[in-house]
């Protein structure tokens, strides 16, 4: 079945730890998003990519990186985990037809200590 | 500036009420609109989405939206609630193009009461 995933769903770690969290779609998708999300606030755009070896960053600043190496894949890192970057991180992909309609990953909750 | 606004942060509807959820955008281009559901811990869910046509699009779980170009609206309807609707909903518009990515509203918090 055609999906998106998202591992680890929650993530409790400490101050100044590397971290990635992994978005794997099975939509054969060329554009692949990534969301924050704090509680009772919108969705912010952080990174985006059209395709293997695009990668964008979106409207809200994060020091955050991701890659696209693969179609399918399309992780985000954070080098030094602080605790200001606690909150949900959702994944999602969309396709070239159908419009701009999105996918979305079940999201990680990420809490930094 | 691109932008939409879900007016009602919270709404309480009794189980068995109607329920209208409220959307307005502000966009450049002749926009997508979709809504989506959110329960806690969860990813988003499309419920329903316009693109051309028919004003009036059916969702899944019974709901519909209503596009009213003239007032730059997409507002959510249910005619019966039921509890497994408590959820946040968001309303989000995107360009024609396609991938390009979607802007969302902060989201409307639907708890029904019994």
């Known amino acids: 079945e055609a999906d998106i995933y998202q591992t680890p769903r929650y993530l409790v770690i400490g101050t100044g730890k590397k971290i990635t969290l992994e978005c794997s779609q099975t939509?054969?998708?060329?554009?692949m998003y990534w969301y924050q999300q704090d509680p009772g606030m919108e969705l912010h755009l952080i990174h985006y990519?059209?395709?293997?070896?695009?990668?964008e960053k979106g409207d809200l600043s994060s020091e955050s990186t991701v890659s696209r190496i693969r179609t399918e894949h399309f992780p985000l890192t954070l080098e030094s985990a602080r605790p200001s970057h606690t909150s949900q991180y959702l994944c999602?992909?969309?396709?070239?037809?159908?419009?701009?309609?999105?996918?979305f990953g079940q999201g990680t909750r990420l809490t930094v200590v | 500036a691109q932008s939409v606004t879900q007016p009602d942060i919270h709404i309480t509807v009794s189980e068995g009420a109607s329920l209208e959820l409220r959307c307005n955008y502000s966009y450049g281009a002749t926009p997508y609109l979709f809504w989506y559901v959110q329960s806690p811990g969860q990813g988003l869910q499309l419920l329903l989405k316009?693109?051309?046509?028919?004003?009036l699009v059916q969702g899944i779980k019974g709901f519909e939206a209503e596009f009213k170009r003239s007032q730059s609206s997409f507002n959510l309807r249910k005619p019966s609630v039921h509890w497994s609707d408590a959820a946040e909903y968001f309303c989000?518009?995107?360009?024609?193009?396609?991938?390009?990515?979607?802007?969302f509203g902060k989201g409307t918090t639907l708890s029904v009461s019994s």
């Open positions: 999602a992909s969309s396709g070239t037809s159908g419009g701009p309609e999105a996918f």
């Open positions: 939509m054969g998708h060329d554009k």
């Open positions: 316009y693109f051309s046509g028919d004003t």
């Open positions: 989000a518009v995107g360009a024609q193009q396609a991938g390009t990515a979607l802007i």
């Open positions: 990519s059209y395709g293997v070896n695009s990668t």
